[in-house]
C-alpha cells in the first residue's frame, strides 16, 4: 500500500543507525504478514506524548510534518512510559523501568496492524532522534535498539 512506501521511504530516507533501519524493515515484513490491512484498534494511549496525540488528530495526513517537541528530556520520559506500557506481561524491565531484551511469550499488546500500529512508535522515535541531544542520545539508541528487538 501507498501508506507503508510512503513511511518506509521517509523513515529510510533518515539514516538514523542501524537498530532503527533494522526496526523499519521489520516492521514492513510484520505489515505483510498481516496482510496489509488495517485494524480498528491502535495501541495503547497511556503514557502517549502529547506531541504523538498531537500529531495523530492534527498533522497524520503529512509525513513530513513532525510535531513541535518543546522539551526532548519530557519526551524521552513520555515516550519510554508509554512504551513500557505498550509491553506484554512477560517483559521483565529494568531498575528504570524500561523493558529488558529477555524473555519469550505472545505480542498481543502490540498486535496492531496498519496505520494505527508500530507505524506510530516507529515516527515517534524518528521525531525524537530529530531532537536528540548528546545528553539523550544514548537513551534514544537504547530505544531503538528495544524496538528492534520487538
Known sequence: PAWIREAFDVMEAKGMGNDFTRAVEWWTVIERQYGWRTSSKGLGTEHRPPEVSHWLRVL?????RTPAIACETQYRTAWWC????????????????????????????????????LVIVLLSLMWWREVATDSTLPDWHAAAADVRWV
Not at 511469550?105 to 498486535?111: A, S, T
Open 60 to 64: 497524520r495526513r503529512n509525513l513530513q
Open 82 to 117: 508509554w512504551w513500557s506500557g505498550l509491553q506484554p506481561s512477560w517483559r521483565t524491565q529494568d531498575g528504570a523501568e524500561r523493558p529488558v531484551m529477555a524473555g519469550e511469550g505472545p505480542w498481543h499488546q502490540l498486535e496492531s496492524p496498519g496505520k494505527n500500529g
